[in-house]
Structure formats: structure tokens, C-alpha cells
Antibody, heavy 119, light 111 residues
Framework: QVQLVQSGAEVKKPGSSVKVSCKTS????????INWVRQAPGQGLEWMGG????????KYAQKLQGTVTITADESTSTVYMELNSLRPEDTAVYYC????????????WGQGTLVTVSS | QSALTQPPSASGSPGQSVTISCTGT?????????VSWFQQHPGKAPKLIIY???KRPSGVPDRFSGSKSGNTASLTVSGLQAEDEADYYC???????????FGTGTKVTVL
């Protein structure tokens, strides 16, 4: 049974950065896509970007280009999402979600990580 | 890439059916048969209930069905049950540069 376990909740100041991790266990890591999806309070789901570790290069939502970086560490089966220049509107629950490839729907989701941006 | 358009809300009585639409463009929903649907209960992670327009993952009741016509996909929940009350999101592949776009979400209420 594949599981995605995310790092814990974070509280950050505006202008700072946050790095959230997503560790895969119980399944293949390198040739599956790990997507990052966020959900602001009371709002819908927003795809941020993703990576297939074996291919290396990440893809990003156009809106977030330049502010988000997604990386993968194959030695620990962990994907990281770093968001820079945080603003209060970045307050959200951040999910990682695993899919068989770019065209496939995510079937396994992490538990979510709440990031709060507040002065 | 803009979000796919869904109605904000839908409702039905137990045992009835409800259909939710998901309207995209010829660059996403209209161009690919890679539409999926997710169910999300409050405080929980989304759960995949339909993929590739009309396929159901193992364990998802056949009360949930999906279809597509042109740039619009639809999710039908038949025989509504209390536990179907949740938020529903569509999702589509939108090309190699934007592989994933979500709908705006629909809150389904079981009356």
C-alpha cells in the first residue's frame, strides 16, 4: 500500500520561504509523478506543479513560475516543494499527490500540510 | 491556464440523482480523454472517484459515473446517499506544459 507522508504544519512571516516534504513509502518512487496541490481556506484546489523523479525536470503552474521549486531526492524517496516570497494569500493546506504519469489522475494523496503566513 | 468551470452547488434528496458539469476548452477537456473527478469531505484529502472520463477506481460505487461531450465533462451521482454530501472537483490534462488543471468545485448537498 503506497503512502505519502508530509512534513508538519508551518507558520511563516511574509517574505520568507517554506519547504514542505513528501515521503513515499510502499511503492515505486522514481517513475511516478508527484504533484503539489494547494487549497486556501474555503477555496478550491489549485495545481502548483509536479515532478517525475526519473526525468528530473519539474513542471510548474504558469502563475507560480519563479516562486515555487519542486525537487526530488531518490535516495530517500522524498519530494520537496519550496515556496518563496510568501504572502498571506499563500496560507493554505498543501497536498502532495502521486500519479502514474502526467496524463494520469492522482490516486494517492498525502495528509496535507497547513502553511500559515502571518506577520 | 484557467480553472475549469463548475456550478458552485448542486443538491438532491436521498435516492435521487445529481449531475455536475465541468466546462473547459478545446485545449483541455475537449482535447483529451483524461478527465478525472475527486470527492472531498471537510478536513480530508481529495479522493479519486472517476478517471479517464468514465472509469471508476476499485472500491468506488457504480452510483458514480462520468461522461464527456465536447468541452464539457459531467459527473452523475445516482441514488444519492447522505455520505455523498461533499465537495466535488473535476480535473483535466491540459498538455505537456500544464498537465493538470482543476475545476472550481461543486458543493453537493443531500437534502
Amino acid at each position: 500500500q503506497v503512502q505519502l507522508v508530509q512534513s508538519g504544519a508551518e507558520v511563516k512571516k511574509p517574505g520568507s520561504s517554506v519547504k514542505v516534504s513528501c515521503k513515499t513509502s510502499g511503492g515505486t518512487f522514481s517513475n511516478y509523478a508527484i504533484n503539489w496541490v494547494r487549497q486556501a481556506p474555503g477555496q478550491g484546489l489549485e495545481w502548483m506543479g509536479g515532478i517525475i523523479p526519473i526525468f528530473g525536470a519539474a513542471k510548474y503552474a504558469q502563475k507560480l513560475q519563479g516562486t515555487v521549486t519542486i525537487t526530488a531526492d531518490e535516495s530517500t524517496s522524498t519530494v520537496y516543494m519550496e515556496l518563496n516570497s510568501l504572502r498571506p494569500e499563500d496560507t493554505a493546506v498543501y497536498y502532495c499527490a502521486r500519479a502514474a504519469g502526467w496524463v494520469s489522475a492522482p490516486t494517492t494523496w498525502g495528509q496535507g500540510t497547513l502553511v500559515t503566513v502571518s506577520s | 491556464q484557467s480553472a475549469l468551470t463548475q456550478p458552485p452547488s448542486a443538491s438532491g434528496s436521498p435516492g435521487q440523482s445529481v449531475t455536475i458539469s465541468c466546462t473547459g476548452t478545446s485545449s483541455d477537456v475537449g482535447d483529451y480523454d483524461y478527465v478525472s473527478w475527486f470527492q472531498q469531505h471537510p478536513g480530508k484529502a481529495p479522493k479519486l472517484i472517476i478517471y479517464d472520463v468514465s472509469k471508476r477506481p476499485s472500491g468506488v460505487p457504480d452510483r458514480f459515473s462520468g461522461s464527456k461531450s465536447g468541452n464539457t465533462a459531467s459527473l452523475t451521482v445516482s441514488g444519492l446517499q447522505a455520505e455523498d454530501e461533499a465537495d466535488y472537483y473535476c480535473n483535466s490534462y491540459a498538455g505537456i506544459n500544464t498537465p493538470c488543471v482543476f475545476g472550481t468545485g461543486t458543493k453537493v448537498t443531500v437534502l
